[in-house]
């Protein structure tokens, strides 16, 4: 067996639950390198001993490991590429910067797993860059928690396209936190008449279910973000998430509000506003028997992609869906007219957590 | 790139479908061996060349293929773990007896891939002599298909419990025959009223969704099989098929009609006769608002498999299915209330096929 040697950055939601089911494995890699913001935690060269407790807490009061501020990807992929063995980066932070360095990592042999989108999703460049050094570097990189958190929306697509399958069509529910607003604002049932959206985000906020600034749920690019990856997996050459049309929930009137705390209080102040527009929107579609939804979808034979409002029926299995939960559909010719469906919670650290895992264990099934 | 030599044996349905799909992979495996019931097409040692074509009727007017009888399993292993790199067999049958030898190709080092479910739903002894032979031979065996054909039922089960998840509960339609069924039967909308059991059953054997004997599917042993193999995964010790309780859809009446094509014919010119049962089944669902489907489930906690019919809201997930799909809900901790679920069709050469082939690529990336 195999002994692996393990670099983790980021100790926040998905990073901390990651922490836990890592320390859980029975074949667990041995953690050298754990970084937040701007402290690191190195297990010393030559011996790359002790290994480190798999929290942050224990791990940074433990004397015997190096000290260190934020090192930049070549020292972080430099100290990890020198272990006695193949070693894995997890990244489990949202930094673009972290993700463009993905390619020295790779081209370095050290496999990349992560539920970090801005690898993939932002230029095809990047995306091109990091899958052709995986190559080179005879490394792998998995990226299931990317979109739908730990739900297999990635590995299913994959095996799709890899078995010959011809994938036609895309679509469903991306965001865990527009799944709740849509759910509570426009019900199937109807019970949630009289909610003014204003007030239905504010709870959502409230709860924990948004970004700590709405409108980074609101503008719609996390969605479009999710359907760059799986647009690319199919074949697309989509150069970027804002190369197709994405439908924003912000106010144009909003729009100008800057982007620091005090922008995301003065939104939320100002959101009530404009609730008429939603009303309008959501009465719209109940006058057809439907209900409103935000959704992405990928049409593969005419190239189209697209992110925003659309109106369901009913009885469809959008509009049925439950709290925060995605679903994804996937038309493919071996499927025909009924789509193999992928549905559950799509956010959350600890469902978010076991995508990362499930992947590290699949780079290390591939590198023993 | 290592070189890999497989051996299939099946050329029904599902092994027809598997060697199209098998040669248009890039990276395909050499075919050294293919197999149905009475003829053997080997590519001569010790150069094993010329690889087999992947289809029966080309492969067989090959001059330069060695041609024989059926081989016994230990022969088969003999020749394949002779091939100069790894081998692996793809069992595209539903025999007992060649599933029954799996540990002799498992710890001679010849992986596995199948959707043959005998080998994983017989004898608990047996199910875990597999996989402790692939332990000891160093090789691994790969079955999505044995379970909801293509669909990611094993691997997102396999996923949740290596990454210390707790699944509490599954749940489904397992059947597309009886998912078909039951939604021509008993349709939500209704419009299937007037419709009689003995004649949906009829229409459905015509239109080749069931068993060429529709008993087979009637049985539940096929439900019960699949049951078997997702308790086991999660840990569950049942010991064979027909440990648990599962409702049979023959009638007591009609059991005792031998199992020939003769009993077959007979077993469907009679059917007729116990339509009210059914019917009744069905009004006394209705009264409640409700329909009757043909389920599976296991709660871990009491250790409970059942299958069997059970009734169901008509706004619930396994009431609207359609066609012959099948869905699968996993109930876990990590997932709470809203359980992870996976839907679309689980019968049918193509889908089960894929299921078979992305295993293949599966094994080759990790021997690789």
Redo the contacts between chains.
Sequence with gaps: MSQFYLGVIGVGGVGTAFLQ?LS??PDAPKLILLARSSQTLLAPTPTYLPGIAADWKTASANPDLTKSGALSPEEIASYLSSAPGRAILVDNTSDPALAASYPVFLRAGISIVTPNKKGFSSDLSLFRNIFASAIKGNAHVYHESTVGA???VI??LL??V????EVTRIEGVFSGTLSFLFNTFAPVGGSGAGRKWSEVVAEAKELGYTEPDPRDDLNGMDVARKLTILARLVGLEVQSPDAFPVESLIPKELEGLDSSAEGAKAFMDRLGEFDAQMTEIKESAEKEGKVVRYVGSIDVASKEVRVGLQKFDK?S?IA?L??S?NIISFYTK????????????GA?G??TA?GV??DL?KVM??L?
Tied chains: 1, 2.
């Design positions: 089911q859980r494995l730990g739900l297999p590995s299913t095996d799709l890899s078995t010959g399958d009885d299995a049925g439950k709290g939960d071996r499927y025909g007219s009924n789509p193999l469906i992928i549905q559950g919670a959350g600890d469902v076991m895992t499930a264990l099934h591939r023993r």
